[in-house]
C-alpha cells in the first residue's frame, strides 16, 4: 500500500503545508493511522479514496492546530506588540513569497508563485483548490473526501478562484 | 461592455455560470478587444491547466513502512499494559452510587424517624414492669382502665 500511495500522500502534504519535513511527518502519521486501521477497513470504498480521506483529514486538522498556535503565540505579548508582529510577519510574508511583478520570474517558477498564493488562501478555501488543482479530482470526488455537500464544494472552488484571480492579475504579464 | 466590466465576470465564465445571453456578449467583445481576449486566455491557461511538472516532487521514505510497523507496534503494546476495561469502570461506579443511596437512605430514616407518643411509651413500660413482677394480665387491666379514666 505504501509502495502505491506513498509518493501521492507525501506530495498532498506538500501541497498542503509546503514544507517538506512537516509533509515527511504528516505521511508518516497517515500511514500509521492506516496500519492501525487496517483491521476495521469494511470495503465500502476503495483503498485509494479511504487512505485520501485519512490524509485530507490529518492535514487539515494539522493545519487548523498550526493557526491557533500562531494565534496564541500572540496572546503572550500585549495588543500593540501583537498587531505590529503579525503586520511584521505579513510583510515579509509577502516581500519573500510574493516578490514584487516587476521583477522578473523565470516561467519555471510561475507554479511555484500559483501554489504559493494558493496556500495564501484561507484553509477552507485552499483545501478543495488543491485537491482539484494538484489530485485532478471533481467536485463529487472532493465533497466526499471532505464530508461536505457538492454545493458546498463548488461554492468554496468559486470563492477561492475569485481570491486567486485577483492576486495572480499583477502577474499576468509574466505567464 | 467595458473592459474593467468584462474581468470581472471570469470567474463566473470558468465555471459556466454565465447566462447564454451574457456569454453570446462576452464573446462578442472578446473577438474585438485584445486586452479582454489576453486577459481571458491567460488567466484560463493558468487555472485550468496547472504545470505540476513543474512543482518539487519529494521522494517517499523508503524506510517509512519498517518505522510505522515499529511505532504501531508501540502503540499497541502500551495499550496493552494498562488493564482499564470499560466495564469495570461502569461497575464500579454504579457500586460506588448503590452504597452512598443505602447510606443517605439509612442515615435519613434514623434522623428523621418520628418520635413515638408518650402515653404509648408509658403504657409499653408499664407492660414490661408488670411482666416483671406476678398478675401481669390484672395489673395491665388496672392500668388501662386508669389511663381510660384520666382521659375521660
Given amino acids: 500500500m505504501y ?17 517538506e519535513e512537516i509533509a515527511r511527518d504528516l505521511t ?4 500509521v493511522k492506516v496500519y492501525q486501521n487496517l483491521e476495521n477497513f469494511k470495503h465500502k ?15 487539515i486538522n494539522y493545519l487548523k492546530k498550526e493557526g491557533r498556535r500562531r494565534w496564541y503565540r500572540l496572546l503572550d505579548v500585549n495588543i500593540e506588540d501583537a498587531v505590529r508582529l503579525d503586520q511584521d510577519s505579513m510583510a515579509y510574508r509577502e516581500k519573500n513569497i510574493f516578490p514584487s511583478p516587476e521583477n522578473h520570474i523565470e516561467k519555471k517558477e510561475l507554479e511555484n508563485l500559483v501554489l504559493r498564493m494558493i496556500h495564501s488562501l484561507p484553509l ?23 464530508s461536505l455537500p457538492v454545493s458546498t464544494v463548488e461554492t468554496r472552488l468559486h470563492r477561492a478562484k475569485k481570491i486567486l484571480i485577483k492576486k495572480l492579475e499583477p502577474w499576468l504579464k509574466h505567464f | 461592455m467595458n473592459n474593467a466590466h468584462v474581468k470581472n465576470f471570469f470567474p463566473a465564465w470558468l465555471d459556466g455560470k454565465l447566462s447564454a445571453d451574457r456569454e453570446k456578449k462576452l464573446e462578442r467583445h472578446l473577438e474585438s478587444c485584445k486586452e479582454c481576449r489576453d486577459y481571458y486566455q491567460k488567466m484560463s491557461d493558468v487555472l485550468k491547466s496547472p504545470q505540476v511538472s513543474r512543482l518539487k516532487t519529494l521522494e517517499p521514505d523508503p524506510y517509512l513502512p519498517t518505522r510505522v510497523k515499529a511505532l504501531a507496534e508501540q502503540v499497541k503494546n502500551k495499550k496493552q499494559i494498562t488493564f482499564d476495561p470499560q466495564w469495570l469502570r461502569v ?62
Fill in chain 1, 3 to 19: 509502495q502505491t500511495y506513498g509518493a501521492r500522500i507525501l506530495n498532498l502534504a506538500f501541497r498542503f503545508t509546503g514544507n
Fill in chain 1, 28 to 31: 508518516q502519521d497517515v500511514f
Fill in chain 1, 45 to 59: 470504498s476503495q483503498y485509494y479514496t479511504w487512505i485520501y480521506r485519512i490524509a485530507t483529514n490529518h492535514f
Fill in chain 1, 124 to 146: 477552507k478555501y485552499r483545501t478543495p483548490l488543491i485537491l482539484q488543482r494538484y489530485e485532478g479530482m471533481n467536485s463529487r470526488e472532493i465533497s466526499g473526501m471532505l
Fill in chain 2, 91 to 152: 461497575a464500579l461506579y454504579s457500586l460506588l452510587i448503590a452504597f452512598a443511596l443505602s447510606l443517605g437512605g439509612f442515615m435519613g430514616y434514623h434522623i428523621f424517624q418520628p418520635q413515638p407518643d408518650e402515653n404509648d411509651l408509658r403504657i409499653t413500660q408499664a407492660y414490661y414492669q408488670a411482666f416483671a413482677s406476678g398478675s401481669v394480665v390484672d395489673r395491665f387491666e388496672n392500668y388501662l382502665q386508669q389511663q381510660q379514666e384520666d382521659a375521660q
